[in-house]
């Protein structure tokens, strides 16, 4: 398996344009997980899906930031307008439920946002 | 919600030697603690987790102890060798998949 698929892997544009970046899970895993990374505040959960449907937002900072899952193999994360502090990596993982507690979840290289 | 706060920031150690970091968490409900490693330039990577009903867990050199009485858990490296030169992640969650990190502690493995 590829693993977790990201695109693009960097990412260099403008403030006020919009920024979409990508996902592709892993074939057969159900949940998926958009993480934000940034030197001041860490990693953070942004959004969490299950079976295609958002559980948790709760991490979304704002409305400029919006997330979806149209089918089992596709995620798009957007934010629009971009500003500066938006500038950060951004992770998608993956992670398949399975009895017994398997909680695993599998990061994809990230994307590098910079915003200008 | 959870806080989890990690120690220490950056650690040095001389290769063969031991290394231990340490995690606090306030929501006294968590009951999974996964500890990620991340390289340079890629995605964190599950290294070790512990449940609420385990004391201890070891994986060859990797393991993992946790008090929930004073709700702290720590990640131990014994017979640390280069390639473990990373930074490592504490997290803990209530619910299986909603994961709060804490800040990392970048771990340099002098030869």
């Known amino acids: 398996d590829a693993g977790v698929i990201q695109s693009p892997r960097h990412e260099v544009t403008e403030m006020g344009q919009e920024v979409t970046l990508r996902c592709k899970p892993i074939?057969?895993?159900?949940?998926l997980f958009w993480y934000r990374q940034t030197m001041m505040r860490g990693l953070e959960l942004l959004i969490y899906?299950?079976?295609?449907?958002?559980?948790?937002d709760s991490g979304m900072p704002e409305d400029r930031f919006s997330a979806k899952m149209p089918n089992a193999s596709f995620s798009t994360l957007k934010i629009q307008p971009s500003e500066p502090r938006d500038s950060a990596v951004y992770f998608c993982?993956?992670?398949?439920?399975?009895?017994?507690?398997?909680?695993?979840?599998?990061f994809g290289p990230g994307t590098r946002l910079t915003v200008l | 919600g959870e806080n989890v706060e990690q120690h220490p920031s950056t650690l040095s150690v001389q290769e063969g030697d031991s290394a231990v970091i340490k995690c606090t968490y306030s929501?006294?409900?968590?009951?999974?603690f996964p500890w990620y490693k991340q390289e340079l330039g890629k995605g964190p990577q599950l290294i070790i987790d512990?449940?609420?009903?385990?004391g201890e867990k070891k994986d060859q050199r990797i393991a993992v102890t946790l008090n929930k009485t004073a709700k702290h858990f720590s990640l131990h490296i014994t017979e640390t060798q280069p390639e473990d030169s990373a930074v490592y992640f504490c997290?803990?969650?209530?619910?299986?998949?909603?994961?709060?990190f804490g800040a990392g502690t970048t771990v340099t493995v002098r030869a």
């Open positions: 899906f299950n079976n295609n449907v958002p559980i948790d």
């Open positions: 512990i449940r609420s009903n385990v």
């Open positions: 997290a803990a969650t209530s619910n299986d998949y909603k994961l709060s």
């Open positions: 074939s057969g895993h159900d949940y």
């Open positions: 993982a993956s992670s398949p439920s399975r009895g017994g507690g398997y909680n695993e979840q599998f």
């Open positions: 929501d006294s409900a968590s009951n999974y």
